[in-house]
């Protein structure tokens, strides 16, 4: 019996085994998904704060382009390669980041892990703050820039498999997927702040700019608007330190797999854990038992990749991985390209800046960013939270994928055509349908689908899958842009949602399912 078959609203009893409820479950049973006890209240605090920062970055990171074009190229445009690495840098880091911090939560343990992510991205914003555009030339700066955003990203990258785990492993099974979307959540309010942030430091700076003429001021705005996000950084950094492992990671490590754990294997660490005693009559005791446990800590991680290969090696738990890494890189194509390329949208509904004084063209761009922000991405993500625990995360997936390729046909279709209200319309549709969608499903599946033990690599590889799209997207996008216009490359997004929807059939469902248990059962057929 596969895990698809399983019945899950049947799984504890089938398997005369029940999931393990840590302290964040154990409250509020009985209460609407959406209300959160006062654990989980402060585990959102904890967690959602990475989601706030990694959306205020992909905001900011295209008003400080356009700032730096004053700064450094006196309004002319950036190098168009160098523009892009600097977008990119974030996105390449994230993929390091979230393949090595999964592997390292399943492998050292989310306790040892969490937190180190967030000191990686404060000491990159820091870094990033200090980019001498008065020293270097400017090429220099655009580098030294993008080489601190690439080390950003792999902070940030780090918190979607950290912030994953610890969260579903302390999840109520009834509440998981509302959780997990109102962490995700937060990216719609870390795009908010960043709109307003940039309005706010802009229009203190207008008399310094528009008075006395210096644009070079402008350098102040966008380094004041980078840092404001140490701010939530700091905030959270203690509770993530010190947050305590997980009942139910503890549990996972305890019940090693039969297969690959032999008696053999034990007989021999109790051996030689004897001859060490014997061998070592001046050594302390403490220092006995220390050498004891560094080698079942020795035996637990060889296991630990064994089981992982054996169990990834069944297509049913293959077919799954690539169904979340598939679907969460054609997300990306899409949603980045769009997202890291908003010029062209604010050049379609007038707000572009392309003309005024410098001070007036950068406000229009943020007056029209919070336009969009406003109208689709805040909604999205809260249609999700209020829905998915009802509809289920398959359906959400499948119907945003399919919504969001039609408003981009429309869009491709009617480009030219379409006046402002009908273009920011559309616009609005997709970004919510975006939301309401696979931006936000795809950030819960791989965590409630795979086990305790496997949750964070395979959450972390799915997450890198999608940012891989995300560069592919925005190295990409503008050259494709001149070669064959706009309309072709919203066609490709197009397909690419299409192509999504498709491989979104490779995934069960998995309201109130406890891959935990499924996995449990897998494990006594194979007995």
């Not at 959406?34 to 402060?42: G, M, Q």
């Not at 009942?247 to 294997?265: G, L």
């Not at 030689?272 to 038992?289: F, G, L």
């Not at 689908?449 to 592919?472: C, D, E, N, V």
Request: charged residues 20%; glycine residues 10%; contains cysteine.
């Amino acid at each position: 019996m596969s895990a698809q078959d399983t019945d899950v609203r049947s799984q504890p009893e089938s398997t005369n085994r029940r999931s393990e409820l840590g302290e964040y479950e154990l409250e509020g049973d009985n209460r609407p998904p959406f209300i959160l006890t006062l654990p989980e209240l402060k585990l959102l605090g904890i967690a959602g704060v990475g989601f706030f920062l990694d959306a205020y970055d992909l905001f900011i990171i295209n008003p400080v382009a356009t700032m730096l074009q004053y700064r450094l190229y006196g309004g002319g445009h950036l190098p168009a390669n160098l523009e892009g690495f600097m977008k990119a840098g974030a996105n390449i880091g994230s993929v390091i980041g979230q393949f090595g911090f999964g592997f390292a939560a399943d492998y050292f343990g989310r306790k040892a892990v969490y937190g180190k992510e967030l000191i990686l991205i404060i000491f990159a914003t820091i870094m990033s703050m200090t980019t001498p555009t008065g020293q270097l030339s400017p090429s220099n700066s655009l580098i030294y820039l993008a080489i601190f955003r690439i080390i950003l990203g792999i902070g940030v990258g780090g918190d979607y498999p950290m912030s994953a785990s610890v969260s579903t492993d302390r999840a109520h099974l009834k509440r998981r997927g509302t959780l997990l979307a109102y962490i995700f959540a937060n990216q719609g309010w870390g795009s908010l702040a960043g709109s307003l942030v940039f309005i706010i430091v802009l229009s203190c700076y207008k008399g310094v700019m528009e008075n006395g003429e210096h644009t070079s001021k402008v350098d102040g705005v966008w380094r004041i608007c980078v840092g404001l996000s140490l701010i939530p950084a700091f905030g959270t950094l203690y509770q993530r330190l010190t947050l305590p492992e997980a009942k139910k990671f503890k549990d996972s490590q305890e019940e090693p797999s039969p297969e690959n754990t032999s008696e053999d294997e034990i007989a021999k660490l109790k051996r030689e854990a004897a001859a060490a005693d014997t061998e070592s009559n001046h050594s302390s005791k403490e220092d006995k038992e220390s050498a004891a446990k560094t080698k079942e800590i020795a035996l637990a991680k060889k296991n630990h990749f064994a089981e992982f290969f054996s169990y990834f090696s069944e297509w049913r738990h293959a077919k799954m991985l690539l169904g979340t890494c598939s679907c969460w890189f054609l997300l990306d194509i899409a949603f980045y390209g769009i997202n890291l390329n908003q010029n062209v949208v604010l050049q379609q509904i007038g707000f572009d800046g392309s003309s005024g004084t410098p001070w007036h063209r950068l406000f229009k761009i943020g007056v029209g960013n919070l336009i969009i922000t406003g109208l689709g991405f805040v909604p999205g993500y809260y249609a999700t939270v209020l829905t998915i625990e009802k509809l289920g995360r398959k359906w959400i997936q499948i119907q945003g994928f399919l919504m969001a390729a039609l408003f981009l046909g429309i869009l491709a279709g009617k480009f030219h055509t379409l006046n402002t209200v009908s273009f920011i319309v559309c616009f609005a549709f997709l970004q919510f349908f975006f939301n309401f969608g696979p931006n936000t499903t795809s950030y819960c599946y791989p965590a409630e689908l795979f086990p305790t033990k496997f949750r964070a690599t395979a959450h972390g590889l799915s997450a890198a899958s999608g940012k891989a799209g995300a560069i592919l997207s925005a190295l990409a996008f503008n050259a494709l842009t001149k070669k064959v216009g706009t309309p072709v490359v919203l066609w490709i997004f197009f397909g690419c949602c299409l192509a999504g929807a498709a491989c979104t059939l490779l995934l069960p469902e998995v309201r109130l399912r406890d891959p935990d248990v499924v996995y449990a059962e897998e494990q006594r057929q194979k007995e």
